[in-house]
């Protein structure tokens, strides 16, 4: 055992050595070190789906299990290499580069064994279900185990080829949030290892501050190893609706009106239509609407239009017709007459909805390529002038990709986690889900670049009094955007990492902290 321990010292030491020299000073040929297994090239660790940032780090960490991590952690806790800073990486679909560490070491989270375990607690009607899940694994991993017992997550990102652990270090949202709250209003408790190096089981009634800071911490204050998500009983099927608006108040008015019935629906999303690219890249569960396009009018002459989509999950009972739940909703909407689509699908088909627009996407090369998304909550105060102010900055003509945008109420959220929502009840997610093929005529060289301007433009507008909004899986480039992104909450963030990462080393791509001790 303690020849083991030893070994274990020595493999961390020669990846600290490694990570204080430039890159390519080791890599030259694969080195295996064991549990702590140095990939022989840190090319895949700069790299995310954003593709905007490549941050090279000088080592990437395969760990073998959660104390692999613990070891290394501790170490750089007690050592002199003070410059040398961590990151976790998941799947990968950062956008700005969150989950890279400059010249320092990525822990790729997907060489944790996977390890997926479900149980039943309680008898009755106060049984319920939960599941513990390594923090590497991916929520579509998760839904296909659970679903063999007929149980599921409550709430979803809409791409499921994320982890775990992922998702929870920055909220996790989805249609389902306005009725059961991100996926970090969804855990039961956490396996932690904070910046320490300390291996720490956590909850809301144990080390509660520690679990509360993790979920939607931005990776600042510990690498989630291990999550119990709370599940519930899966449908069989999902009646999935789509309707159109020509009228952007008559459009927020309606999706208000719909999570104001949570008792039936069970998932709301919308988008704007900008162009008939943006129906094509919105699903291909609707080929029959292709046969219904609105008229975009011509160029300079633009005509936009709004979608709301919408399901209801079918759990094939016999107390419930879903159909007639279908039409006692959409008679009180006040769509365009005949704009109006329906299509059912199996529940892991609808939850798996953006897979297949991948799969379409990869086959004409529109996934591997810069993604200079922008997403932000805000207020219901602001999402007209907020909507206005997106518009100005956009070309409806040439854009590729879609504008979600769809409501979500703050109080599902539970305050004390780290996440940061504006203060209406409430609250709009805008996410602008753009593609930028570089060798397309309508994108050249200079085109990502001014794309991000311009989404800088409308975030630096947008966060301000008038409207009010906050970025989701933000991004700031100074520490005094950082606080105000935190607002009165930036006191609590910060003493958080005094207390969990005291030497700043987790999490150097989001850049809220510097390597230097904390001034409060």
Known sequence: MEFALFCTRVNVLIVLLLALCSPCQFIQSPIDFG??????????????????????????????????ISVLLRFLSASSYRKVTVAAKGAGHSIHGQAQALDGIVIEMESLPSSIEIYREGQGEAAFFYADVSGGALWIELLEESLKLGVAPRSWTDYLYLSIGGTLSNGGISGQTFKYGPQISNVLQLDVITGKGELVTCSPTKGSELFYAVLGGLGQFGIITRARILLQAAPRKVRWVRAFYDDFHTFTKDQELLISMPELVDYLEGFIVLNEQSLHSSSIA??????????????GNSKVYYCIEFAIHDYLSKDTNVQQVVENVTRKMSYMPSYIHIVEVSYFDFLNRVRMEELSLRRIDLWDVPHPWLNMFVPKSGIEEFK??????????????????????????????SAVLPADRVVYVVGVLRSAKPSAPACGGACVSDILRRHRLVAEAAVGPRIGAKQYLPHHSSPAQWRGHFGRNWIRFATRKAQFDPLCILGPGQGIFQKSPLNL
């Open 35 to 68: 549990p702590l297994d140095l990939l022989q090239t840190t090319n895949t660790a700069s790299l995310d789906f954003g593709r905007i940032h490549f941050n090279s780090p000088s080592a990437v960490l395969r760990p073998q299990s959660p104390k692999d």
């Open 286 to 299: 609707f080929p029959a609407q292709m046969d219904l396009l609105p008229d975009f009018g011509t160029n």
């Open 388 to 417: 206005d102010l997106l518009m100005a900055n956009i070309s409806p003509d040439d854009f590729e990709g879609l504008i979600l945008i769809y409501p979500l109420l703050s109080d599902k959220w539970d305050t004390n986690t």
